[in-house]
């Protein structure tokens, strides 16, 4: 089966860099400038987070169309309550906030039921020691059991645990993007992981 | 912080490997009219496909003939690249296994498989038996086919046993695109014909069309036809395409 490999445009953790002045800017430096009306400095915070706004709602949403909604309007309604932000408040955790709440608004609205289908993209990153046919085919099923394990988990352990482990959201901003305390991120993790835990065995087992 | 799973480690490395769907492109800022648009496009379209076609064939938000969801695109879609002739034809436009002829690929794909008289034999055929079994007949440019995006291909015809509710292919087009209803010897289909559009494959199996292979397919006729869902390609006119068309039987 062919697989696309996607443009990797920037990571999700945002390391595509402003250039505004020819050095980066931090978030900080660049959500004060958008307060001062630097269009340009926003739109450098939506292109740092382009791929994380976006896939963090297609978690939500399972549906590209619907999480490219989600995500953009919430970049608008960002930008619109950027002089209600706290300037020393963290930029991502707040995106996020706003990210989840638009794409679970739209799948809401959808009335969708529809199950998340992740897809690994690749047998190894560039840079990887080429494996041989044997371990890249192991490495590959792994993969698929892994990938296939996480679809088999309930809703919303499968959303903790993308947000987590997949987007590498921290537990502040993974409890931001899904709308629960922080508190519950953790107990759903470890409930996530003891399942994800015990379905590998048995796949390795059965 | 405490030290990570075994488990854990593993799901970190996932990350980096998960084919997420393209990011579209959010810059410059704005509320794209053409969100708006795009319903009022759809709406009209199913008010007026609704009277024409059979009940079921217009999926919310979808052109759609059995086999097959069109989607229109708020944004103009990507440029197209040219596809290098580095790998089989088959391999690069995923079209599966080669197949000796046409008689071959039809016992394999479990259909009779129509061949275009207005295109003569193809120069390849090609059979894919999954998610659904497809046979593609290839015709190598000349000067009434010329090539489009691969250098190696002046028409791709491609034939899928399709139920109506299991979609097969996915098609996303841009603004660029046209999209028209026509009629293929008295049965349903859709024409697609300017900027490039995105073809997505495989249905998962929630019914969601994943985006498993993207490819940017030029001016289409779709149609369907007692179960199997027809699909030409070719950098030809709709009326040429509709003459070809007329002649697969």
Known sequence: MHLLEYGNRSGVRGVEKATVEGRPLDDGELVARSRRGDEHAFEELVLRYSDLAFRTAYLATANAADAEDAALEAFLKARQALGRFHENAPFRPWLLRIVGNEARNRRRAAGRREGLELKAARAGRPGDAAPSPEAAVLAAERRAELLSALERLEPDFRQVVACRYLLELDVAETAAALGIPEGTVKSRLSRALERLRQQMEAAVHG | ?249
């Not at chain 2, 998960?18 to 959010?26: L, V």
């Not at chain 2, 690929?105 to 479990?110: F, M």
């Open chain 2, 1 to 249: 912080m405490a030290e990570l799973s075994p488990l854990e480690r593993e799901l970190f490395a996932l990350g980096p490997e998960i084919a997420w769907p393209p990011t579209p492109r959010f810059t410059p800022l704005r509320r794209r009219r053409s969100l708006v648009d795009r319903r009022l496009v759809i709406a009209l379209l199913a008010a007026v496909l609704a009277a024409a076609l059979a009940a079921g064939a217009v999926a919310a938000g979808y052109l759609h003939v059995p086999g097959v969801n069109i989607q229109r695109s708020s944004r103009p879609l990507p440029a197209p690249t040219k596809n290098l002739p580095t790998t089989s034809l088959g391999e690069r436009l995923d079209l599966g296994g080669s197949e000796s002829s046409v008689a071959a690929a039809a016992a394999d794909a479990g259909f009779g498989v129509r061949v275009p008289a207005g295109l003569g034999q193809p120069d390849q055929v090609f059979f894919k038996a999954a998610p659904v079994p497809v046979v593609t007949l290839v015709y190598a440019p000349r000067p009434d086919l010329p090539a489009g995006s691969d250098p190696d291909v002046g028409a791709l015809f491609m034939e899928f046993r399709s139920a109506d509710s299991t979609p097969f292919l996915g098609k996303l087009a841009g603004t660029g695109t046209r999209i028209e209803q026509v009629s293929v010897g008295g049965t349903q289909g859709v024409w697609l014909e300017g900027a490039p559009h995105e073809v997505f494959v495989e249905p998962s199996p929630s019914g969601n069309l994943a985006p498993d292979r993207v490819r940017l397919a030029g001016n289409t006729l779709l149609w369907y036809r007692d179960g199997v869902t027809y699909r030409l390609e070719a950098n030809v006119t709709k009326e040429r395409a509709l003459e070809i068309a007329g002649t697969a039987r």
